[in-house]
T-cell receptor, first 113, second 109 residues
């Protein structure tokens, strides 16, 4: 069965650079969530989209922005990267908002040097 | 106070033992309750979800929800070394998913 696809899997950037993370939800899922997980931490909610509109906003820095496109894939844009942005970034998708069956991708490991 | 409390462990048990993992929560608006398993460097994998109070069984896993006490549990029977992972409880309400910190479980062969 198709799962949530995230790309790239690994990304290394320098401070003050920008990064774009992509998420392709499970087919027919209309809701996408972004999470940031630091080492030894639980996933922290960043932002979510339902039917291409932002549905909820968590602890997302102003330097980050995201959108959901007409094909329901989503991109997380991160600018002016800081060392503290190094983390695993997970995307999850579900049908409906809030969807109680949220399935996660394998994550993108971002390292800022 | 964090909305969802979960003992981070580590919890170490011998192979074959019954494992009990628990979370408490404070937000009575949570409607759906989920357990995720996360192996190192991997995305959380949905194990079970429940909506109402009571038990839900799936193979060796049983999820239990007590809404009156704001307490959920995940039981693993006949635990295997491959069950060694971090188990995260998650709860869904109007504001999306809220996770516990996760319990690191170690099954000793």
């Amino acid at each position: 069965a198709a799962g949530v696809i995230q790309s790239p899997r690994h990304l290394i950037k320098e401070k003050r650079e920008t990064a774009t993370l992509k998420c392709y939800p499970i087919p027919r899922h209309d809701t996408v969530y972004w999470y940031q997980q630091g080492p030894g931490q639980d996933p922290q909610f960043l932002i979510s989209f339902y039917e291409k509109m932002q549905s909820d906003k968590g602890s997302i820095p102003d330097r980050f922005s995201a959108q959901q496109f007409s094909d329901y894939h989503s991109e997380l844009n991160m600018s002016s990267l800081e060392l503290g942005d190094s983390a695993l970034y997970f995307c999850a998708s579900s049908l409906g908002d809030p969807g109680f069956e949220a399935f996660f991708g394998q994550g993108t490991r971002l390292t800022v040097v | 106070q964090k909305e969802v409390e979960q003992d981070p462990g580590p919890l170490s048990v011998p192979e074959g033992a019954i494992v009990s993992l628990n979370c408490t929560y404070s937000n009575s608006a949570f409607q759906y309750f989920m357990w995720y398993r996360q192996y190192s460097r991997k995305g959380p994998e949905l194990l079970m979800y429940t909506y109402s109070s009571g038990n839900k069984e799936d193979g060796r896993f049983t999820a239990q929800v007590d809404k009156s006490s704001k307490y959920i549990s995940l039981f693993i029977r006949d635990s295997q070394p491959s069950d060694s992972a971090t188990y995260l409880c998650a709860m869904s309400g109007a504001d999306g998913l809220t996770f516990g910190k996760g319990t690191h479980l170690i099954i000793q062969p």
